[in-house]
């Protein structure tokens, strides 16, 4: 008999001797076609200080993929017996393969499931960690519905996109060190705000606290200063996806960002999922772009039968829900930027990778008014305010619970879940 | 008798046995009042690859620290024997003071002297390296001479200043891996530019190099998320200061910067010097900042007298040669913006620090045309081109050698001198 867990939150542990954690429904969210990887402490005493492992979703359940490999005598021990990802995401694309590949026979192969499964722990009894040692974090714009959605409101009488947004991803760097795994809580932050008709800034909590729905790419093998990665290096390059919440403070960005861009206004905290998806576990929901609407210069070009055949896009549908209340549905494939064009345009004047690179897209917004990633285009700017069940929302209050979830198109018609990104906004201190 | 090294370039080493490398001049500027950190190793093999130390400089020598503790019995073996400053840098201000009193004895006592001799290497026979793992960092735009004159050449029909710039430290987040040390070939960047008279954006090599003549902030001791760092914190979290040079291709930078800020046009190098001065050796170049010239909100206000006694401005002389010709001498002492108001800033919303956050000032200018410290304002973009022995110069071609160099008074009317940041331009690959 099969566990009742079918959905992506936590069922009640079954007891490993009554039931086997392994045997998942078909075409369970979390099966044998996904296993993403995150960093797990056990909880036994509630402090989460326990020795941190990589751990690799299975179900309901995370593997503590080093014991096993351990256990097993695989030679992955090497990369899995950490605690941090750093050394899987540096082994480089032969390695994430096979390394899949092993999990996969582990959990899946009755002779294997046999040594596993000691090492499997209820979700229930883990406490989750911040997977990998975040290094540089550059965050994207790379929506046009976004962009176009952003220069309607901030600047009504120009035409809505930049000149450059459709020659080049336009994206600057975030702050690495506030990087926080999902359900970490985020502090209101505290700013200067000025609108229009104030003779002076204001000092203050942030009184248009905002989300901006993303997907984050995981750099795992390095390069080198002064050499570009091309487009079709992508892959040996990018890992993983996870969801990302880039909290942002409108009105303190509002003020600042002139001429340097966004600081203070986005700098307090980012969140990210605590499961990192492979990109082998994402195959099934690539796509193509959408059609390019002016000729992109050599280096960004994926027009050809090379890049057809290799779409670098991906079918991830995600739900945004606000205090449990589903508010957004942005589809990620309608992304007018690829995460292999992100990675070409950020190393094409020669910067360079480090394991633990972050990436994100940008805010994702569809075309519809129900699929807007950030409540600043939700609400249009606070004017149209969301009815909750305990009153309108414009931007956050304190105590408002984000989360956001997606799945993609997995193998044989399965879905493959990423891991949700969730986060409660506690009173500035 | 004391070797002939009087200034700052390394003189040819000394024989050990027959001169004593600590019996410098009085008032040498690397002398017992200095001792700035860096990190080494020995390049008996000329290839660098030898195990790292942190070294200190006295003279034209460096003090392998982490030997000379161990040999000495010194507590700070756990600090100094290591191959990078951050366990220095975590270790908090009273470490900080008290393992500077100690090599202070180390290379003044004689009966000390006796024992750390054989650890001083000349500088000739060391590989300097980054000194510490740069967490994050971020740029400032500090100096309101420099904002100004930007703001003339790229919007003359605006007041040059926008309208928060004496409100706030602007800055925005750079790459903090592609901050490389001193000595550091930098290759010239590709990107794509696009000139008003341009059809469309074209890709190739930047024709507009330029350098950014800054003063590097090093973080030592982390901080809280949510909880901002105030002002009077400042010299219990940021350990000393560095040379930084900020290269900039401003091709890349003005087509890709609307609306969020520079990217690429920075982010594929940015130079510091091999030696970082602890704030305790600049305590005799200590000033106030220049008058505000409209009130600050309380988290950034240094008008009252506990700040004016605490000056967190230095009065620090630079020097900016090309290919060996001086052509500015930017005064830091000008800054409108502190350290300590950039510190109290970057994070009044909450971010965090990390030990090895670096923060730059932005391009210091002063109000002279021989002050002005980046190309870009020297050459008013190029019309005024300098003129070189070997040719003209709008901006920076390749195979030109840049290097920042700067003094600081001292005690009893010394010199400290920061360590010299240098860079060559390389072509694209």
Redesign the interface.
């Known amino acids: 008999m099969a566990p009742a867990a079918t959905s992506e939150s936590a069922s009640e542990p079954t007891p490993l001797d009554r039931l086997d954690p392994l045997d998942l429904p078909e075409g369970h969210p979390f099966g044998p076609h996904n296993l993403p990887y995150g960093v797990f402490s056990l909880t036994e005493d509630g402090s989460g200080d326990g020795e941190r492992s990589v751990g690799v979703r299975v179900g309901d359940h995370v593997l503590d993929a080093g014991a096993a490999a351990a256990a097993l005598g695989s030679p992955y021990v090497s990369v899995l017996a950490r605690p941090s990802l750093n050394s899987l995401l540096a082994a480089g694309r032969t390695t994430w393969s096979d390394v899949r590949r092993a999990l996969t026979a582990w959990v899946t192969v009755p002779a294997h499931r046999e040594v596993v499964r000691p090492f499997l722990h209820p979700l229930s009894s883990v406490t989750l960690h911040l997977p990998f040692e975040v ?2 974090y ?1 965050d994207f ?1 790379a929506s046009e519905n976004h962009a176009s959605n952003l220069g309607r409101l901030f600047r009504p009488d120009e035409e809505p996109l ?3 947004w459709k ?2 991803p ?9 990087v ?1 795994v999902s359900g970490t809580d985020v ?1 209101r ?4 705000r ?1 609108a229009p008709a104030d003779p ?2 204001v ?1 203050g909590p942030s009184v248009r606290l905002d989300i901006e729905t993303e997907v984050g790419y995981v750099v795992g093998v390095p390069s080198r ?4 990665v091309p487009l079709s290096s992508y892959r040996d390059h990018v890992f993983g996806l996870c969801l990302l919440n880039d909290w942002s ?1 409108r009105d ?1 960005q509002n ?11 986005k ?3 980012t969140s990210i999922s605590a499961w990192i998806t492979p990109l082998d576990a994402l195959e099934a929901a690539r796509v193509g772009p959408p059609e390019r609407s ?2 992109l ?3 960004l070009d994926d027009s050809g039968p090379e890049a057809a055949a290799d779409p670098a896009g991906y079918d991830l549908r995600i739900t945004v829900t606000l205090n449990g209340q589903v508010i957004s549905e942005p589809p990620f494939s309608g992304m007018y930027w690829t995460g292999a064009q992100m990675l070409a ?2 190393t ?7 394991t633990g ?1 972050l990436y994100g897209s940008g805010t994702i917004s569809g075309t519809e008014d129900n699929e807007r990633g950030s409540l600043i285009e939700i609400t249009w700017n606070g004017q149209q305010p969301l009815d909750l069940p305990d009153g309108k929302r414009g931007f956050l209050e304190d105590g408002d619970v984000v989360t956001l979830s997606a799945w993609a198109p997995g193998p044989d018609g399965a879905r493959v879940h990423l891991g949700e990104v969730t986060g409660r906004i506690v009173p ?2």
Chains 1, 2 share one sequence.
């Not at 932050?189 to 200067?192: A, K, N, R, W």
């Not at 200063?225 to 570009?228: C, E």
């Not at 094409?348 to 480090?354: H, I, P, Y």
């Open positions: 290094a540089d550059v714009y930049k000149p450059n020659h080049l336009v994206g600057y760097h975030g702050r690495s060190g506030t926080v502090v932050p505290s700013g200067q000025k002076a800034p000092f200063q002064g050499t570009p403070a303190i003020w600042e960002t002139v001429p340097l861009g966004p600081h203070l206004g700098s307090f905290a002016v000729p210069l050599p280096y345009h950020m094409v004047n020669g910067a360079s990778l480090r690179d500035t201190t």
